[in-house]
């Protein structure tokens, strides 16, 4: 997915206290949703099991897309030409406070 169809999603979730942000995202009707969904629940679990903070007490401090690796396909065009596609992909960080 392109980040910048990502990026649409996570400025929603920014600043929301973590179980809000999961709750608001079940409700958008995007596929990014499900894959910044996806990130937040692995961000709550590693924050729980590696750094021993509640889950109540977790608050998105930062939601950030970044551009990942883009394949490169092509397309047949008339007279033997050929389009460009450009598949892009995106990497989703979220970082959680107890703040």
């Given at each position: 997915m392109s980040p910048q169809k990502v990026r649409e999603v996570t400025r929603q979730i920014q600043g929301l206290p973590a179980e809000q942000a999961l709750a608001s995202l079940s409700f958008v009707p995007r596929k990014s949703a499900r894959l910044v969904a996806k990130t937040l629940k692995s961000a709550i679990a590693n924050a729980e099991n590696n750094n021993d903070l509640k889950?109540?007490?977790?608050?998105?401090?930062?939601?950030?897309?970044?551009?990942?690796?883009?394949?490169?396909?092509?397309?047949?065009?008339?007279?033997?030409?050929?389009?460009?596609?450009?598949?892009?992909?995106?990497?989703?960080?979220?970082?959680?406070?107890?703040?």
């Amino acid at each position: 997915m392109s980040p910048q169809k990502v990026r649409e999603v996570t400025r929603q979730i920014q600043g929301l206290p973590a179980e809000q942000a999961l709750a608001s995202l079940s409700f958008v009707p995007r596929k990014s949703a499900r894959l910044v969904a996806k990130t937040l629940k692995s961000a709550i679990a590693n924050a729980e099991n590696n750094n021993d903070l509640k889950p109540e007490a977790l608050r998105v401090k930062e939601a950030t897309v970044g551009p990942g690796q883009t394949l490169k396909r092509f397309s047949p065009r008339a007279r033997g030409s050929a389009g460009p596609i450009l598949k892009r992909s995106c990497h989703i960080r979220i970082v959680l406070s107890d703040e």
